[in-house]
């Protein structure tokens, strides 16, 4: 099986693994006081000292020094509705067409601009597919946004070989993988416009979460088979803590 | 004289040259089903073993893999009309901000949106010339678009010149040389307005890209007479496949 | 103390440091007819072997080449207004994507869409802070833009720290510290909507280049101090010239 690895600055230190008094001091938001943490964030954070979650953006970054292939997240971000006018575009995308890493999600959020995101990831470079039967693609608490994504892959087998085969090329640009929200947590899209319940909204995050998890380990378990990342993949599970990603490097 | 090698996916395989076989299986697009190759497709393409004709985008990225400095095509893919709405850019413009190969083209389709795509151009640090004795930006089948390029370069040694200096400042940035269609193809822009004959328009893309392949073989021949890539070129003409784009490096 | 470099091309050298000479020669734009040089231009004006003024943009390439981590300047290019219609974005704000260098600048000119520029240098992944006791985004000759930027640095240490930070991360993005122009040089906002006279301005532009000046004079030193650059300083006010940007690097 794979073994999951929580990125996170602690003590402006960049962590691939948590222990779980770290996770607990993130966890208590007035103790912490942690940084949301892209690109532009990262020196001023670990200069600091300070702590921080990482975005989208600067796990990417995370991973990719630390030679990880694949992380699962919730939804990562996009285009915002009105960008046109208000530039208003995530980190995200740049940097996914930067790194070598497949990022497992639900999508991309409804409130954001989904047509405009794929056709930035379109633009950036990005290989876009939804995992699973359709390539309708998803809107993370609903399967269906009305946009199609590019590609659909069936099988984590066959994800895996994409990945290999992008990291085999030195593509140097990175993978999204859209997974469906499974049937029992989605939210039909009528109600998607109405106001969500806070607490209905933790439990189906967490649960969504969840799934792209799993599928991400399906994933990383079937790129292991593969024999690529088979060196770094015996390495994981050992907590890494380093000022510098260069350290990061090859490791788990 | 410069040796051309067509760059396509061959069953997952990325050649750089191809045989006559392979030009006829390419050739029939009921057999081989070839997909329209750019960066976010090429990991897709090659581990599922499928065939490929590759966009601009996705020759630079072989170009520049492979150690070549020059290739010739009709036009290049730019801003789509209307894309500060849609955000229809096309991944051409932002692999030419970042590989050190030379386009020769003849400039963009007037179906695009000519001076934004210049803007974007310029944002990306691309260096623009025309090719000959106008600074007028052609638009394919037009020898006049309205727009000026930045640059315009007169004779095939001053472009070898430039490109040559471009590798050696290690710019990692790419360059477009837009060569006016020859006048005896040229249509008028009115014309354009109006639909061409299928028929019409096959002949002269024709006509064009080989006008444009033989620039670009003026140049090329400039290039080597500079003795910048004398030993890169000495290897020309010998075919190469490769799964891994690692291994075409310094090859033909 | 730092020993501040001028940088320029002089005859299609790219020049770290000028001569007494070089810099008459090039003031005297009648004879020098310098161009003003971005990454695109660079390879017209070294390979013509020409004179040529660098923009920031053109500044990063070379500082970063030459392994520079600091440099003054007067304001970058940003978003232009209206340039959601045009396209008009600087490639200075693409280059501090992708150098780790720091530019001390006084913000962005008034003429400018700044907010736009703020978010295109955080999809950028640019960290962005004021220098100084407050966030308010400066605006070149108005120490108000009605922006905010993401960080505020209070001393040349701590701008020192987050740099070399930066540096050891190998983040290969870069950093704008926005120092506001000094009270007894600053213009009211809405004076700055009437026309400026000619002679006022470059009074004033020389005050507040020289204030940035000392500013990054100030973050050198304190750079040097934190010991990551030490040995590239040792080596600095010896003249550098090359048409190599490769040669430059480790060089002072």
């Known amino acids: 099986g794979a073994i999951p690895a929580t990125v996170a600055i602690v003590n402006g230190k960049i962590m691939v693994g948590l222990s779980e008094d770290e996770i607990k001091l993130l966890g208590d938001a007035i103790v912490s006081k942690p940084i949301k943490t892209s690109r532009r964030d990262m020196p001023y954070v670990v200069s600091n000292k300070l702590n921080g979650g990482t975005t989208v953006c600067g796990t990417l970054i995370v991973a990719h020094k630390a030679g990880l292939p694949i992380f699962a997240t919730g939804g990562i971000g996009g285009v915002h509705r009105g960008a046109h006018k208000t530039f208003d575009i995530s980190a995200d995308l740049l940097e996914l067409g930067k790194c070598s890493v497949a990022v497992i999600s639900s999508g991309v959020k409804s409130i954001l601009d989904i047509p405009k995101t794929l056709e930035y990831l379109e633009t950036q470079g990005v290989f876009v597919a939804t995992f699973g039967d359709t390539n309708e693609f998803p809107a993370f608490y609903s399967r269906i946004s009305g946009s199609k994504a590019p590609y659909c892959v069936e099988t984590a087998m066959k994800?895996?070989?994409?990945?290999?085969?992008?990291?085999?090329?030195?593509?140097?640009s990175g993978m999204l993988f859209a997974v469906p929200v499974p049937v029992e947590y989605a939210i039909d899209p009528e109600t998607m416009n109405h106001v969500i319940e806070e607490a209905l909204r933790e439990v189906k995050d967490i649960a969504l979460i969840k799934n792209n998890a799993k599928t991400a380990a399906d994933i990383a378990v079937a790129l292991a088979e593969l024999e690529l990342v088979e060196e770094k993949f015996s390495a994981r599970g050992k907590r890494v803590d380093s000022n510098s990603l260069e350290d990061l490097k090859g490791r788990p």
Chains 1, 2, 3 share one sequence.
């Open 159 to 172: 994800a895996a070989s994409i990945i290999k085969c992008n990291r085999n090329l030195d593509m140097r």
